[in-house]
């Protein structure tokens, strides 16, 4: 069964105060590992595609990172908009797209 | 574009009660898929539809169903409520949904359900 573990659960940042979340996995198969963003009372919204180890990609202020066993998602210089949940998931195998979730970590960021 | 819309947005239920949730997805995308998030917890994947069939079910029990019709849209409906069912309901929908390469979801904003 595929598993996926985010670390730390919650992390409080002051604005410019650079940090990474970590997600750790076990598939069979991985064909992709997801990042989404969740703000209160809404949707996940994509981030990234990552799909071997070694892969890297970023976008504004986020960079994440892929290797066989985890996941990093870098913030550098946060800003208090980069407030956020911010969930992993992997697709793997050949159960369709079916994603599964870590339990995510909140990320508040203080101006 | 519009993307996926969910519909009601928020609803309150008794115990015992019936449940239909709708799903709307992006225009072109033929696979629709259904996630119950708690408070405070990632989303858990409920069912995955397909060009009108179902390829996937999580470990939901069978008082939870679904279904697509025809223009890709999609229900989830929810028997005998509880009130472990209290949870956010997402929904997502894909371009594909097969197993070949990492298909992207695109979720809705979700129905919030609430059971008393």
């Known amino acids: 069964e595929d598993q996926v573990t985010q670390s730390p659960e919650a992390l409080r940042l002051q604005e410019g105060e650079s940090s990474s979340l970590n997600c750790s996995y076990t598939v069979s198969g991985l064909r992709g590992l997801f990042w989404y963003r969740q703000d209160p009372g809404k949707g996940p919204e994509f981030l990234f595609t990552?799909?071997?180890a070694g892969e890297e990609k970023e976008k504004e202020r986020l960079k994440a990172t892929l290797t066989k066993k985890e996941s990093f998602l870098h913030i550098t210089a946060p800003k208090p908009e980069d407030s956020a949940t911010y969930l992993c998931a992997v697709q793997a195998g050949a159960a369709g797209n079916k994603l599964t979730f870590g339990g995510g970590t909140r990320v508040l960021v203080k101006p | 574009d519009a993307g996926v819309t969910q519909s009601p947005t928020h609803l309150i239920k008794t115990r015992g009660q019936h449940v239909t949730l709708r799903c709307s997805p992006i225009?072109?995308?033929?696979?629709v898929s259904w996630y119950q998030q708690v408070l405070g917890q990632g989303p858990q994947f409920i069912f995955q539809y397909y060009e009108k069939e179902e390829r996937g079910r999580g470990n939901f029990p069978d008082r939870f169903s679904a279904r697509q019709f025809p223009n890709y849209s999609s229900e989830l409906n929810v028997n005998a409520l509880l009130l472990g069912d209290s949870a956010l309901y997402l929904c997502?929908?894909?371009?594909?949904?097969?197993?070949?390469?990492?298909?992207?979801?695109?979720f809705g904003a979700g129905s919030r359900l609430t059971v008393l």
């Open positions: 990552l799909y071997s």
């Open positions: 997502a929908s894909s371009l594909f949904g097969d197993s070949s390469g990492a298909n992207v979801l695109t």
């Open positions: 225009s072109g995308h033929k696979s």
